[in-house]
């Protein structure tokens, strides 16, 4: 799949912004002393970043797949569940009940098996249960790693 | 002949036990399609944390040689290559493995593996010394240029874009500046407070090496993996130990061309194995066998990906520049213990330094051994369905990276920089120039800085870092890498629409 020339132009678009925004703290700020190599960094960004929005906009930009529609649609439930696992869940309610919860609901919605059968329910509930166990022997009893336990566990 | 001295210490019961540990799971971890051999190491630094800094390398260097060997066994039994440094291996092995000789390729492939493996730990170990001895005729202006280097060949190297390649490494760099600044104390970049004290190494590695595998998996949807299991047939070793010594100009070639690519920094296992298994096939008296299950591709691509591991981390060991996302990897593993190599490691540290590599002696030897018993269990385990091998990798790569401080910020930032990097390779950029510009960013910076305060005092900055023997050659390598790269992707876009047309 090629990346339509509209993907490639919002894309270095994003990346050029990024990189002005970058130059621009570098030689604003104080002391200069301490901005001196993301001066020399954030140049080369630029020069770099504007060298590749140029090219996308005049349409001689050629590598990168992009993210079709349909894998979009594929990934953004997983990306979802992830991300209110790592940003919110994993604090609020605990690392393990939120990685058991997580694991399970991202288990139900990208296995292949049918959800119509108790038997697939009941080996994602095992397999579940096998994960959270291993990972509480690794973490928390060989690493002693203390997560946070918060209203859960 | 140092290294003979430090054998012992590979022979106790802990540093013995991690070495079989990472072997066995490291070809395990390489039999399963999507995990890489760079994200296997990543994720499992946190279990690094509370060994020695020899032990904890001694569990990342075994992993990073059998993950590299263990890719064969899913390349033969399921044409599925474990990494992309085992894509050759599926030419011959797969072919060998339908025509029920599939234990036989996996012999040959693991007795190659092993033959490779060994050649480049050798030169690992002749060539380490003397390139850091002359690695204390560095100053500050030629490890800065150094630095540039490591970043600017991997990223034109690496790269389908040069422009973005460098791009990826600017990038990197500028993250590496992010949070307080070590000598005035100024705060540079700080959007949140999760950023205080900069991007963490490690949390960043899991992310930008996990992560995006993880979103990669969920894109692909509910889908099983089909490929069946060859059944492995019984055959004798000694057997595919005549085949191997009746085979020793595939088993050169592949050792060679996989020795010279290693010492390349940013040429991967992928091409190693490619380019001996096309060299393989013209030097070969029997090169129209070459696709139909031929050993000599199973022997040349094997030998290849595996002689590469070795010398691949000469440039980091004796210069700290790492020469590939691994060794970058394993740059991380060695900072988090205090070590940092370079021209006095093997003065400083040569119980670190000499354990570690003579540990990847051993380990390629149990590698061989272990290969060959577990390979219908790592077919096996390779079938797991992406789901749960994401949700894992998902846990593995949270658990890990909020071990590292005990901090939800690192989580934080190994979440965001997981997924900004999926997008990003999406759009034709690479994680491998980043990682590099993240790590070598802080020692450029530092000798950037240290080399501006000499040259201020001296005859200027101008003089200082663009001149000296060492500091023309850096730079003329730094320009012929990016000329070269931009030259061979003018060429081929000039060639692909005429060879599309033409077909």
């Known amino acids: ?153 | 002949m140092e290294f003979i001295y430090y054998f012992g210490e590979v022979f106790t019961p802990i540093s013995f036990g991690l070495l079989l540990i990472g072997t066995i799971g490291g070809l395990i971890l390489g039999a399963t399609p999507g995990l890489s051999p760079t994200m296997a190491v990543a994720l499992l630094i946190p279990f690094t944390f509370q060994l020695e800094p020899a032990q904890g390398l001694i569990l990342l260097g075994a992993a990073y040689t059998s993950t590299v060997a263990g890719g064969a066994v899913s390349a033969i039994l399921l044409k599925i290559p474990g990494a992309p440094a085992n894509i050759a291996t599926t030419l011959d092995g797969h072919t060998m493995a339908q025509q029920g000789r599939g234990a036989e390729a996996l012999q040959l492939s693991f007795l190659a593996s092993l033959v490779g493996g060994l050649f480049g730990v050798f030169l690992l170990i002749f060539l380490s010394p003397l390139l850091s001895k002359a690695a204390l005729a560095f100053g500050p202006s030629e490890l800065f240029w150094l630095a540039i280097l490591g970043v600017t060949i991997i990223g034109s190297l690496d790269s389908n874009s040069v422009v973005k390649g460098l791009l990826s490494g600017a990038i990197g760099m500028w993250l590496a500046t992010i949070g307080f600044d070590d000598i005035m104390g100024a705060q540079r970049f700080i959007f949140h407070p999760a950023l205080g004290g900069g991007i963490n190494i490690i949390a960043a590695l899991i992310g930008l090496f996990a992560i995006p595998q993880v979103i990669t998996m969920f894109a692909k949807g509910r889908i099983s993996v089909d490929a069946e299991i060859i059944k492995i047939e019984k055959h004798s070793i000694l057997d595919a130990i005549r085949e191997i010594s009746r085979r020793t100009r595939a088993l050169s070639i592949g050792t060679a061309v996989g020795s010279i690519i290693g010492l390349i920094p940013g040429v991967g296992g992928q091409i190693a194995g490619l380019v001996a298994y096309d060299q393989s096939k013209k030097f070969s008296r029997e090169g129209h066998k070459f696709g139909t299950g031929h050993s000599e591709g199973v022997i040349a691509a094997e030998s290849a990906n595996n002689a590469m591991v070795g010398p691949s981390l000469v440039p980091l060991l004796t210069l700290s520049i790492p020469g590939s996302p691994t060794a970058a990897v394993l740059l991380g593993g060695l900072l988090i213990h205090g070590i940092f190599p370079g021209s006095d490691l093997f003065e400083n540290n040569p119980e670190v330094a000499w354990t570690f590599i003579d540990s990847m002696l051993i380990g390629q030897v149990l590698m061989a051994i272990f290969g060959l018993y577990i390979a219908s269990f790592a077919a096996r385990v390779a079938r797991v369905p992406q789901s749960v091998m994401a949700a894992i990798v998902l846990g593995l790569a949270v658990f890990g990276s909020y071990s590292v401080q005990s901090s939800m910020g690192d989580v934080y930032v190994m979440a965001t920089l997981g997924i900004g990097m999926y997008f990003l390779e999406r759009f034709g950029f690479s994680a491998a120039p980043l990682v590099l510009g993240l790590i070598l960013g802080p020692i450029a910076e530092a000798n950037f800085i240290q080399g501006s305060m000499i040259a201020n005092a001296t005859d200027g900055k101008l003089p200082y870092f663009f001149t000296g023997n060492l500091n023309v050659v850096l730079i003329a390598i730094v320009v012929l890498s990016i000329a070269y790269s931009a030259w061979m992707e003018l060429r081929t876009r000039n060639t692909t629409p005429q060879a599309g047309a033409s077909s």
């Open chain 1, 1 to 153: 799949m090629k990346m339509s020339k509209l993907s490639h132009v919002l894309s270095s678009g994003a990346i050029a912004a990024v990189g002005l925004y970058v130059a621009y703290v570098s030689y604003t700020q104080q002391p200069a002393d301490a901005f001196l190599f993301p001066r020399l960094i954030s140049t080369v960004f630029v020069a770099l970043a504007l060298w590749t929005f140029g090219k996308a906009v005049m349409g001689l930009s050629k590598t990168g797949e992009g993210v079709s529609a349909a894998s979009l649609r594929r990934m953004l439930p997983g990306l979802v569940v992830s991300c209110i696992y790592v940003f919110w869940a994993a604090k609020s309610l605990g690392f393990y009940t939120a990685t058991a919860i997580a694991f399970f609901v991202l288990l139900s919605i990208y296995d292949p098996k049918p959800h119509t059968e108790v038997k697939s329910w009941g080996k994602r509930v095992i397999i579940t249960a096998g994960f959270i166990a291993v990972m509480y022997g690794l973490f928390a009893l060989l690493l002693k790693v203390y997560t946070p336990r918060e209203i859960f566990f």
